[in-house]
Structure formats: C-alpha cells, structure tokens
C-alpha cells in the first residue's frame, strides 16, 4: 500500500470550535448542512479551562497501513492517486462497518440514512473545512 502524500493537521490552541469545518464538509460532499455527515468533527472538553486545550478538530490522519482500508472485503476502499487519501466509494460501500470498527481513531462516518459510510477523502486535494477555517486552525500537508 502506498503511503499517504497528504494529510491535515489540527492547532488546537487556534480552534474556536464554531464548527465552520463540519458545515462545509458535509455541505460539499453531501449538500446539505449536517455535522452529523461531516468527516471532521469537533470535540469539546468541558472539565478544561481557558488555559488549556478545551476544543479539538479531529480529522482522518491518513494513516500509512490504513486499518480501514484492509478491513474493507468490497472493494470500496480506494487511494487517490494525486493525494495518497484512503477515499470509500460509496457505490461499492455496502454499509458492512468493516472500516468502522476497523478505524483506531473513530474517524469513519455512517450515515444513517444511506446506512453507507465515509471518511476524509482530503477534498481531492483542496480540503475545504482548510479553506474556511475562520482561525486558521486547520493546515493541509501535501508531500510534493
């Protein structure tokens, strides 16, 4: 399996956690405004204080051996070929959790509706919760 050539990273000291990231996520890949749908999610700890980390974006981390991608016995795992991205084609998906529960980081998505799942497919290479982060918290890495 080839490596990854890109990924995001997260600063948490620059997150606000306004959720701008989960709207255009599930906004440009399912046209409709549904975190629940996103493929970043924010996470919130309440038990800290102003000091320390209390918002957190979490996105796929494009790992090298891909768990999910393994796991998948139909095929409907992919990797992009411009960015490296484990992308789930959700033609082939046939909604089995084989990527879920293979995922060490909880970081692919069901939707429930279409009882499908998806994961951070980086956009195609121009991530778009990247482009709207209002505080720049989100960075995208691409290896040339």
């Keep these: 399996m080839p490596n990854s050539r890109a990924w995001i990273t997260t ?15 599930s906004l440009s890949h399912d046209g ?7 493929r970043i999610n924010t996470t ?19 790992c090298n051996t891909a768990d999910c991608f393994l796991a998948c016995e139909h095929d409907a795992l992919t990797i992009d070929k411009k960015t490296g991205a484990r992308v789930i084609d ?3 998906c046939v909604g089995c959790g084989a990527c879920f529960e293979a995922c060490p980081w909880d970081m692919i998505v069901k939707n429930e509706e279409a009882e499908k799942y998806s994961k951070c ?24």
């Design 11 to 25: 600063n948490p000291t620059q997150c606000v956690g306004c959720r701008t990231c989960e709207i255009v996520c």
């Design 44 to 62: 919130y700890d309440p038990t800290k204080t102003l000091v320390s980390i209390a918002v957190m974006a979490n996105v796929c981390r494009q």
């Design 90 to 92: 959700p033609k082939k």
């Design 32 to 38: 409709a405004c549904q975190p629940s749908l996103s």
């Design 121 to 144: 497919d980086l956009c195609g290479g121009d991530p778009q919760c990247v482009k709207y982060c209002p505080a720049d918290a989100l960075t995208f890495i691409q290896l040339t």
